[in-house]
């Protein structure tokens, strides 16, 4: 598996016109004949068949930068512009034959939510296998993200302990790097207040690319654009060399690679050097790692390296690049691995101490109320004052509990292996499953939980809900 200090793989950068730029904005369903278009949606589509064998079972998750603490109207504008984003995604893979997304499989996190649900948020990331980091502000993005940090939502390590697939667009491209150009776009175009990251600022740090998107996008004037570039983006490169992408132009990267597709140039010192053209695809892979480290110490023999690096750049015709599919593939089947081994250790462990327990085999000193906090004792639904009875309920959640510690990142997971545990026991020892009933039923369905329930032939006359009316696994105490 990847470690923390890696890059997971990414589609990055300002991405093909799959939505128009003219109000209102609606998905662009004259682009399915453009070359990059069907070249970006077959990337995608190649790289999310090897995380699932349907597109239906895709989890999707989209982080946009409309979205801030207070204001409503921020937000809605961060909810349209995902799920305009999602439809274009969704139609364009299905036109393209690579199958449907599910709107049920597709998730809107921003501040708010994080805010008020942070234990979800942090669970749904786990569980997803595609990311899309959207549009908005770059300023608004990086403070979203910096909540995230401060709600111990750690989206890099998530996504690449999970080998989750990552694509971005605008200001998702600009803030997912670790040194960041933040660049005048609002300033200049909305007149917004003018902001540059400090050096020291951290971004997500999970693309090696420092670049400003969209530039020149179709709604803007060509005297506009030209004006931006002169007043703004060239006298900028004197303090941090970046990419200029068009639209229709992104970057394929990984911990290996580095590719450039579209229109893409370098701005370094003042200086433009054109890098590929719209059709055209290069490996920068070399050209980016000089790039970052001359943006960090300024040396002008690197700089003379790069130069030269420039004139080497074999540009091709842009065709799906099978080394980083590849990759991705060998790293989905070690993700995959691992996880087995995980599972296979906990159930074992569950298994083990379970059956010990009801069948006697492990000694306990006598049961002290003094471990046990009210609510506890008082959900309990007792049928008479039995210890016995009291000491195996107990003990149960207390080894579901500490066993939760090997899946502390991935709650819903680790529940999950538990119900596959219960099914398993129930014809060993069907006491174990129907005081796990009585004790967690509040984190499953109640159709999980009536099934389960008929298997152990204890108990069919009442209701799940009366079984279990509180949240133990949380109320246990310490």
């Known amino acids: 598996m990847k470690n923390i200090n890696t890059i997971p793989t990414m589609v990055v950068g300002s991405l093909p016109e799959i939505v128009t730029t003219s109000s209102p904005r609606r998905v662009n ?31 999707m998750v989209y982080i946009g930068g409309y979205t801030n603490q207070d204001g409503d109207v921020v937000t809605n504008e961060n909810t349209n512009t995902a799920k305009l984003y999602f439809s274009a995604l969704k139609y364009y ?31 749904i990331l786990e569980n997803s296998d595609f990311v899309f980091l959207g549009i908005g502000q770059d300023r608004v993005f990086g403070e979203l993200l910096e909540s995230m940090i401060s709600k111990g939502i750690n989206l890099k390590d998530i996504i690449l302990r999970n080998n989750i697939l990552v694509t971005s667009a605008c200001a998702g491209s600009v803030v997912s790097a670790s040194k960041i150009y933040g660049g005048q776009y609002d300033s200049f175009y909305y ?15 999970i693309n090696p690319v420092t670049m400003e998107p969209n530039f020149g996008a179709s709604n803007k004037e060509e005297s506009k654009t030209l004006e931006f ?11 941090i060399a970046f990419y200029l992408c068009s639209p229709n132009s992104m970057f394929i990267t990984n911990e290996f690679k580095v590719y450039a597709c579209g229109e893409i140039s370098l701005l ?75 599972r296979n ?21 006598k049961l002290d109320p003094n471990k046990m906090n009210a609510d506890f004792i008082n959900s309990l639904n007792l049928n008479s004052d039995s210890e016995d009875e009291l000491y195996l309920k107990f003990y149960l959640v207390s080894i579901i509990k500490s066993s939760s510690v090997m899946y502390k990142d991935n709650i819903s ?30 984190f499953y369905s109640n159709k999980d939980m009536k099934k389960l329930l008929a298997l152990t032939k204890i108990e069919e006359t009442r209701r799940i809900q009366e079984l279990n009316t509180n949240n133990l696994y949380r109320k246990l105490a310490s």
């Open 29 to 59: 369903e004259n682009n399915l004949n453009n070359e990059f278009v069907k070249q970006y949606i077959k990337t995608l589509g190649e790289l999310l068949k090897v995380k699932k064998d349907n597109l239906s079972d895709i989890k």
């Open 93 to 123: 893979f299905r036109q393209l034959g690579y199958g449907e997304l599910q709107k049920s499989n597709f998730v809107i996190l921003d501040s708010k939510f994080i805010r008020e649900n942070a234990i979800d948020a942090k669970d």
């Open 191 to 205: 007149n917004r207040p003018d902001f540059v990251y400090p050096d020291n600022y951290d971004g997500l740090g």
């Open 229 to 239: 570039k002169e007043t703004c983006l060239l006298p900028d490169s004197n303090r």
């Open 268 to 342: 370094i010192d003042g200086e433009e050097y054109k890098i590929t053209g719209n059709l055209e695809k290069a490996d920068i892979t070399e050209l980016n790692t000089y790039l970052n480290i001359y943006n960090v110490n300024r040396s002008g023999t690197i700089k003379l390296v790069i130069l030269d690096i420039l004139k080497r750049i074999k540009k091709v015709n842009i065709e799906i690049v099978s080394d980083i599919i590849n990759d991705f593939s060998n790293d989905e089947q070690k993700c995959r691995i691992s996880d087995n081994i995980k």
């Open 345 to 365: 250790n906990l159930k074992l462990l569950l298994n083990t101490q379970l059956l010990n327990l009801f069948n006697g085999d492990v000694t306990y000193s």
């Open 413 to 442: 997971k680790f529940l999950s292996i538990v119900l596959e545990c219960m099914t398993q026991l129930v014809n060993i020892n069907p006491k174990i499953v129907y005081y796990f009933i009585c004790c967690f039923s509040s």
